[in-house]
């Protein structure tokens, strides 16, 4: 290289000391925006906010490639060499809440992350989601979060902070040094805490969950040797019996679960097998919801069913339950699952249950079929007893410090009081919590960790897979990764991601290997997952006697559950989101409540009527344990059990958790109890009406029966297959006479009509059953399809659609007047007899837009502002909507909403959501930062409606244009199929002959095919299959059977 | 559009005006013009007037409107900007006819006032000559031109003989201009 | 000379001994003298809840539609139920002006003027909700067709809404042109009498320079003629095209043919409930028991009884079709109406609009003052429920259960409710005063066939033998 020196001005040529000075400083203006230390406190002007963006972005991209060392985020499935404005980068990443696991795509625009979505490439979950995992995005731009460290309510800097950690730890000692983690599945973390425990010798780790599977852990380990869990295969299983296991909406894995779940449910009548499904349970959960049979029972019988379960498979011994129909179903269960290839899971945390599952499980075969012991789980590792045993110490002054991360025993633990207590006797107490939550306030040090959007990381959920977690954005706040601060209270002086990087280098052993796995997101062997049993070595009879022991009462039992929404709380209750996700079964927001069964609700006065539809505000009830008691309102819930209260834990947060998660119901972890061995979630309650002021519930559904009309199709196995034609004989017997030309007398079948299969009946009644032309529809025709059968109402879809599509949160008190915006709602209809919780069926079905051909709702939009596009589509335009609500009217799937507020903060009127001018959480400049900038931000005063994601067609139209081939089925998907964890939904051109949907709809599931409300002839392009259960009768099918529908309830 | 002098008779009921509107035809004095407090029937007949042609304005403007409503719509919905709306056709004619009603009725109605506006030459800000202020109230009031020809005192005699109850003689504007009708104009002290 | 005559048989229109310079006075007196105390308290509290209606509005359009309690599933509620409800109390004025005058009713002359009136203000209130019940009411303008860059470049001419937008602007317009054109001949005798400056200008502004020559007397009989002939299958059309707001959708209890005649009668029987209402009090006020006289108010409560009878009719018919169309949704729509959680509206308009007017077929009750105002407020309640049974009850259950709910108002709604009838009286008590509140042109044409001392007059001749009078008339001419 020459050593020429070119100058750009005589400044530059004589080099003076003014110059230097401004060549240094590049950008010599002050920059149009006060970048100082308070900017995001700031309330940037919303025009500054591009100016912001767009300066950021590329500040970032300049000075992380010019000064910081560069560490590449590989993109996964596009691959550009940098951020292309207005183009999205996806990186694969890990989901991980604890044992919480799922393997994600990180969807960002320009440098934000805007959207979560499922990687396929995992073997575990398989490109599904859960509605939490797709809400986790809103978490990062949580208002809530803590900006900074804090060192006793001040703040404070990470080495003040790390100098009096590391000094406080050598005054108190080593061996009184405690980490408390919730179960950590990440290998690096679990290697950094081993060397902190090295360092300090004598320092322990405790794992505590605050949903304990310590149960199963103990029985496993009594009964395999390993304290473990199995790899659950319900894809294999022909029977599934669960005793009180939600494990479609809470239990264990769920996404994982449903995937197997749905994949045993999807029939036709080319292939009829279906799995059955027994469920015994005592709430009603969304897995009750799905099963074939189902039996309620008290929360304390369930060791006494898995007895008798298990004494009919061995023995085969007539069971004496308490009631008729679980004898029947403990039978009929015993019966399937000794034909092989069954599956029984529990939900009890009680070891003996567990043990007689176990042995269950055993004895019927599922070892190495349904179950595996060769591929295990980590998902769950806290043991109840080692946390007594911490909480005992603490109170007994033996912990000198104690290090907090992924934990809040302060609110979830059953006896957070005492632990409270003990936290108060340690000297040096410090969280990682992301807010200052219930533990946080009471610690010494506050050092929060990163979001994981934020970080690097990895997961191994089972042993061998493994699965990476790269960062979708540089961290927002002075936050730090948790095992950074480990390694710096270590003393060691690598930073995290250089450990982690070195970790699986090494482990990989190259460069390429590990862009690759950066770049898949997941880490697995070849081939099949391993299967394979173990040996059962449990002690039945000591655990039968055990469970024979303890005498259930006689009174009400209480039992605690997660909500298929929140979960157990944590940051989750402050998710605006989550909060106004309708619980899939009450179908209520913002709330838990107290869920009895329609004959108990009776007793408290707060009788199931049709009045129960008018009236938000609820009778409040007492419920009173030994111990504790709570007020709370009534939730009428059919199915439940009589002698049952079920109350969501979640609920009843601290204010400086956030304002969504305040005054968002009751905490009801302290009914939680330790029995000696794990905690019990189920209390003997007793409970009482009381005077006070009824409590209004925020419900989205509040009529239960879908009144007999065929807008749900339901069949019986046995049905379906002596008859595959039951659909099309009554979609025939609706709308037949209108198909065949010409017309018949009415009543009487013509020849025509008669040998009519699916696709002419579609076709005829297109054309025949309307006094217009026919529109063509040449080109892309989108359609999407909706499997009842696979639906499990878990609500995924609801907020991945509400990710995608910028859908607006309310708030509680805009719920309560039916002014919720979700575009996809899960309608959730009972039937049966309100007092026979057993006699329930429930039934879900997604509800959005319908894209009608003949759509009412273009019609009677007096400005246009709505109409049908050349592909199908029933396509809004926002700027022209002014909002007569007409189109919401005429549509007869209410699938539109309104913008009845100003939800966004977008619009010129300052500063309004509410009446009393208080702004929602979702409206501030840093949760703003979530939206999508592929979709409209709707103002006040427009009616929207799913779009069927037209952003995300458009775009793969043009990419497919790009590259000049035509669009590949499949590529078009839209958010709420994304997100969707047992792939119910199918969408896709229907005038693509090869396409999946087009095949569903014509050939492989033309029998299970119907569209909702056909006969008003309104040419819906989403068409449902109907559901087939494999049980004895449908009874919502028949107004002898469905008192439901009697009762009009 | 001139100032004249008129010779005045002011009627108090209908039986005694008819024939005084005869006679005066009768007689060749110039009738200039009959001022009633209502549609008195037959005066127009009486007067030599022929029927109005009002009602042919408000059919052709009602025309006007049909046609307006079915060009435009057609052309917007089929030629300039065809949309389908919910699978209806384009050429939606049974959904126009309730906008192409209310145009006919429209545009029939306001071209015809206005017609009957301008023929009547009346608006805001017109002012005319009120040769009595009781030919609004109860006076059926005659005004009879005066000319060189005639002897002024002979009208007002020969209509005082014809029944009237009032009779004067008055110069005033026999058409329409821009004023207030609290102002005295200046031709009336002119008469004075 | 033409004989004027009416049959004895018929009641007097015009009570007392009245001549046309009497009338003059009797019906202009009121807008020279200063108002009575009840004017005062009538109109500053009109002017109070239109203050609070101002008020109501202000807040909706500030904070945005959802301070109402409508809903996803119930869209219009009070709002639309409120605009139809006005509309067909606005049908009651065109009705008598026009449909009357070319049926050559000439009883119509006492109280079109109020009734006409009274439609306008009605339409105006009417067309409030309309405009108000839009998300961006600022974007109204919308609607217009004219190029624009906002998306699609027109209106939709096939949406009943749109066809709403011509039809009310058209039927405000032509009424007010109907309106003040006969108003112009009034204004001119408030004029002549004038001694003030400032009513001789405003009223000589107001009556467009009128002197009523033979000509334009002529015209204007031809222009009220043709605008009457105009009215009748406009005041028609308009709840006609306000139907098919429903009748055109797809939802149960609003998609149905009988909608047009139904809501016609429906109209006509709340619009003439509501001149009852207010002339009742106007004649009592402003002491025009001769110019509307019992006959008057007997005339109309038989058009009352008349038109409720259609609607129970229409009622009746919707249930039968409910049951006899073996459409389940349709069947539905009608039970939830009757015991759903609705049940108290629907059975609040059986009972207001179906049974009680029934009653006017006593006639003792038909001329009873008192009676026939308690009928006419009774029976705009009926109608406002039966607007509200038709609108909110169609809605709240109609196809997929999962979306049913329900709707109750919110403050602001009933604030707008009544500010509108703050907007109504504030005009009418302004129209009171202000204006002759009975055509007076139009009463002196018919005061000497239907004057009570012209008939007396006929006496005479009535008692005269058939034969003589025949004679006496051949004789003449």
Not at chain 1, 604 to 620: H, P, R, S, Y
Not at chain 1, 702 to 727: A, C, W
Not at chain 1, 863 to 878: C, F, I, K, P, R
Not at chain 2, 123 to 140: A, L, N, W
Request: neutral net charge.
């Amino acid at each position: 290289m020459s050593q020429k020196k070119y100058w750009k001005g005589l400044g530059d040529l004589n080099d003076s000391a003014a110059h230097q000075q401004v060549a240094e400083n590049e950008f010599k203006e002050e920059l149009p925006l006060g970048l100082s230390d308070t900017l995001l406190g700031a309330t940037t002007p919303r025009r500054d906010f591009l100016k912001f963006l767009g300066f950021s972005t590329l500040a970032a991209t300049i000075v992380s490639s010019c000064e910081m060392p560069v560490r590449r985020a590989i993109p996964y499935a596009i691959k550009p060499e940098d951020i292309v404005p207005g183009v999205p980068n996806y990186y694969a990443s890990t989901f991980a809440d604890g044992g919480d696991y799922c393997a994600v795509i990180i969807k960002t625009r320009d440098g934000r992350p805007i959207k979560i979505e499922g990687n396929e490439l995992s073997s575990i979950t398989k490109g599904g989601t859960s509605a939490r995992v797709q809400a986790s995005v809103l978490n990062l731009y949580d208002k809530t979060r803590l900006r900074q460290p804090m060192a006793d309510g001040q703040e404070a800097t990470f080495d003040a902070i790390d100098r009096s950690i590391k000094d406080a730890i050598s005054k108190t000692g080593a061996q009184s040094t405690y980490i408390l983690t919730n179960t950590i599945i990440s290998p690096t973390t679990k290697e950094i805490i081993g060397q902190f425990l090295a360092k300090y010798p004598g320092s322990k780790h405790v794992v505590y969950d605050a949903i304990s599977y310590s149960g199963m852990l103990q029985a496993n380990e009594a009964c395999y040797g390993k304290r473990t869990l199995p790899t659950y295969h319900f894809d294999k299983a022909q029977t599934i019996v669960s005793l009180g296991a939600d494990f479609l909406g809470t239990w264990l894995s769920p996404i994982e679960f449903s995937k197997g779940y749905s994949k045993g449910r999807k029939i036709s009548a080319k292939n009829l097998n279906l799995s059955r499904h027994y469920q015994f349970e005592s709430n009603h959960t969304t897995t009750g919801a799905c099963a074939d049979h189902r039996a309620t029972c008290k929360p304390s019988e369930m060791g006494t069913i898995a007895s008798a379960l298990y004494n009919a498979v061995v023995n085969g011994t007539q069971p004496a339950l308490s009631s008729a129909k679980l004898n029947e179903l403990v039978t009929k269960a015993a019966a399937d699952l000794k034909k092989g290839s069954g599956l029984v899971v529990c939900g009890s945390n009680d070891v003996s249950v567990q043990t007689v599952v176990n042995a269950i499980n055993d004895k019927s075969g599922a070892n190495g079929t349904t179950i595996n012991w060769s591929v295990t789980s980590n998902n769950k590792q806290g043991i109840d007893a080692d946390m007594v045993a911490l909480s005992a110490a603490m109170n007994a002054g033996q912990v000198g410090a104690l290090i907090m991360h992924g934990v809040n025993p302060v609110y979830d633990y059953y006896d957070a009081k005492k632990f409270a207590e003990g936290l108060a006797k340690v000297a040096v107490t410090v969280s990682t919590a992301d807010r200052m939550d219930e533990t946080a306030q009471k610690c010494k040090f506050v050092v929060p960790d990163h979001h994981y959007l934020e970080s690097w990381g990895d997961a191994e959920p089972k042993p061998g897979y493994y699965s990476l977690m790269q960062p979708g954005i540089a961290p927002l706040f002075k936050t730090r990764a948790f095992q950074d601060s480990l390694l710096s209270w270590t003393g060691a002086t690598t930073t995290y991601a250089d450990f982690w990087k070195q970790y699986w280098m090494t482990k990989l052993g190259s460069q390429e290997k590990f862009d690759k796995a950066l770049q898949d997101g997941v880490i697995e062997p070849a081939g099949d997952m391993l299967n394979g049993g173990g040996t059962f070595a449990g002690n039945v009879a000591d655990a039968m006697a055990k469970i024979q022991a303890k005498k259930a009462g006689a009174g009400v039992e209480l039992l605690v559950y997660q909500s298929v929404a929140i979960g157990q709380g944590g940051a989750w209750s402050n998710n605006p989101w989550l909060q106004e996700m309708p619980d899939p079964i009450t179908r209520t927001t913002w709330d838990n409540y107290a869920c009895v069964s329609p004959a108990r609700a009776k007793q408290l006065d707060a009788e199931l009527t049709g009045q129960n539809e008018i009236v938000a505000a609820k009778k409040v009830i007492r419920i009173k344990s030994n111990n504790y008691e709570l007020l709370l309102p009534v939730m009428v819930v059919p199915g439940m059990h009589n002698d049952v209260v079920a109350i969501a834990m979640g609920y009843g947060r601290d204010a400086k958790v956030g304002r969504a998660a305040a005054n968002t119901g009751k905490n009801a972890y302290p009914f939680l109890s330790y029995n000696g061995q794990t905690v019990d979630y189920t209390a003997e309650v007793t409970l009482d009406k009381t005077t006070e002021k009824p409590y209004e519930l925020a419900i989205m559904q509040t009529h239960m029966s879908y009144e007999g009309r065929p807008i749900v199709h339901e069949y019986t196995l046995d049905e379906f297959s002596k008859n595959p034609q039951v659909l099309l004989d009554e979609r025939k017997a609706e709308i037949g006479e209108f198909a065949a030309v010409p017309w018949q007398e009415e009543g009487k079948e013509s020849a025509a009509e008669k040998k009519m299969d699916g696709q002419e009946l579609e076709d005829g009644f297109r054309k025949n059953g309307t006094m217009y032309p026919v529109y063509d529809h040449p080109g892309i025709h989108w359609g999407m399809s909706i499997d009842l059968n696979a639906c499990v109402g878990c609500g995924a879809c609801v907020v991945g659609c509400m990710a995608e599509n910028n859908v607006s949160v309310v708030g509680k008190e805009h719920v309560m007047k039916a002014h919720e915006m979700h575009w996809i709602r899960i309608d959730r209809y009972f039937s049966g007899t309100p007092e026979d919780p057993d006699s329930i069926q429930t039934i879900f079905q997604p509800m959005m837009c319908q894209h009608c051909d003949n759509a009412p709702c273009e019609n009677v939009c007096p400005v246009d502002a709505t109409n049908h596009s050349s592909e199908g589509l029933n396509q809004m335009a926002y700027n022209r909507c002014i909002g007569t609500k007409y189109c919401a009217n005429n549509c007869p799937y209410k699938v539109r909403h309104f913008n009845w507020m100003d939800w966004n903060g977008a619009d010129c009127f300052d500063d309004n959501l509410f009446e009393d001018g208080r702004r929602d959480d979702m409206n501030d400049d840093l949760t703003r930062m979530v939206l999508n900038p592929d979709v409209t931000v709707r103002s006040r005063g427009v009616m929207e409606k799913c779009s069927f994601c037209v952003q995300r067609l458009q775009d793969v139209k043009l990419s497919a244009k790009k590259l000049g081939r035509p669009m590949k089925d499949g590529e078009a998907r839209t958010a709420c199929q994304q997100a969707c964890p047992t792939d119910a939904i199918v969408f896709g051109n229907v005038n693509d002959k090869e396409s999946s949907i087009h095949k569903l709809r014509r050939e492989e599931q033309s029998e299970r095919t119907f569209y909702v409300l056909e006969q008003i002839h309104t040419l819906p392009n989403v068409n449902y299959l109907a559901k087939v259960r494999n049980t004895d009768v449908i009874v919502g099918a028949n107004v002898k059977t469905d008192e439901m529908m009697n009762l009009h309830i | 559009m001139a100032i004249k002098k008129f010779a005045v008779a002011c009627y108090d009921d209908e039986a005694v005006l008819f024939p005084a509107v005869a006679k005066v035809r009768h007689s060749g004095y110039k009738l200039h013009d009959i001022y009633t407090p209502f549609a008195v029937h037959g005066l127009d007949n009486a007067m030599g007037h022929k029927e109005s042609d009002l009602h042919i304005a408000g059919f052709i403007f009602g025309l006007c409107g049909t046609s307006t409503a079915v060009g435009f719509i057609s052309w917007i919905l089929t030629g300039d900007w065809p949309i389908n709306f919910g699978g209806k056709p384009h050429f939606a004619l049974p959904a126009w006819i309730p906008i192409t009603f209310e145009l006919t009725v429209l545009f029939a109605a306001v071209g015809m006032t206005m017609t009957f506006c301008y023929l009547n030459q009346i608006m805001p800000g017109v002012k005319k000559h009120v040769f009595h202020p009781r030919q609004s109230d109860d006076y059926f009031v005659m005004a009879v031109e005066l000319n060189e020809h005639v002897n002024e005192n002979d009208v007002v005699n020969f209509l005082k003989e014809t029944g009237a109850k009032e009779t004067s003689v008055q110069i005033a504007e026999d058409s329409w201009w821009y004023g207030r009708f609290d102002k005295t104009e200046p031709y009336q002290l002119l008469g004075q | 000379m033409h004989l004027k005559y009416e049959s004895f048989v018929r009641e007097p229109l015009v009570d007392g001994d009245k001549s046309y310079r009497q009338i003059s006075e009797d019906i202009i007196s009121p807008i020279e003298k200063k108002p009575g105390r009840m004017w005062y308290v009538g109109f500053f509290f009109s002017l109070a809840l239109l203050a609070f209606g101002v008020f109501s509005v202000t807040w909706e359009v500030y904070w945005g539609i959802g301070v109402w309690g409508i809903n996803r599933t119930v869209g219009w509620g009070w709002d639309i139920t409120n605009f139809v409800w006005w509309i067909g109390i606005g049908h009651a004025g065109t009705l008598i002006s026009a449909i009357l005058l070319l049926f050559r009713q000439s009883w119509r002359t006492g109280v079109n003027r109020a009734a006409e009136a009274m439609t306008i203000f009605a339409v105006m209130c009417a067309g409030q909700f309309p405009i108000f019940h839009m998300g961006r009411v600022w974007d109204g303008f919308f609607v217009l067709p004219y190029p624009n860059s906002r998306g699609p470049l027109w209106p939709n001419f096939n949406s009943a809404l749109l066809w709403d937008v011509f039809a009310i602007s058209t039927y405000f317009t032509v009424s007010l042109l109907f309106w003040y054109s006969g108003l112009i001949p009034d204004f001119a005798l408030v004029r002549d009498r004038a001694k003030t400056k400032l009513r001789k200008l405003l009223y000589g502004i107001g009556s467009f320079g009128w002197t009523g020559t033979a000509k334009n007397w002529q015209r204007h009989e031809m222009l009220a003629l043709v605008l009457a002939g105009l009215s009748t299958p406009l005041v028609l059309s308009v709840h006609t095209i306000v139907s098919f707001d429903f009748a055109t959708s797809v939802i149960p209890g609003w998609h149905t043919t009988i909608f047009p005649p139904y809501f016609v009668a429906g109209a006509v029987f709340s619009g003439f409930a509501m001149v009852q209402t207010l002339l009742v009090i106007t004649r009592k006020i402003l002491h025009l028991e001769d110019y509307i006289t019992i006959g008057h108010l007997e005339a109309m409560n038989k058009v009352i009884v008349l038109t409720g009878s259609i609607v129970g009719t229409a009622y009746l018919t919707e249930l039968f079709m409910s049951w006899y169309s073996a459409n389940q949704y349709e069947a539905g729509a009608f039970k939830w109406r009757i015991m759903g959680p609705y049940w108290w509206s629907y059975w609040a308009m059986m009972t207001c609009n179906v049974v009680s007017p029934q009653l006017f077929w006593f006639k003792k009750l038909r001329r009873n003052v008192v009676f026939t105002f308690i009928m006419s407020i009774v029976v705009n309640i009926g109608m406002w429920f039966e607007r509200f049974v038709i609108i909110v009850t169609s809605l709240y259950r109609d196809y997929i259960p999962g979306s049913w709910s329900y709707y109750s108002p919110t403050w602001p709604e009933v604030g707008f409710y009544l500010g509108t009838f703050g907007l109504f009286f504030t005009c009418y008590f302004l129209f009171a005063k202000y204006f002759p509140v009975i055509a007076v042109a139009e009463i002196k044409f018919i005061l000497k066939t239907s004057g009570e001392n012209y008939k007396r007059k006929m006496d005479v001749i009535e008692e005269k033998p058939v034969e003589e009078f025949v004679l006496e008339q051949a004789e003449h001419h």
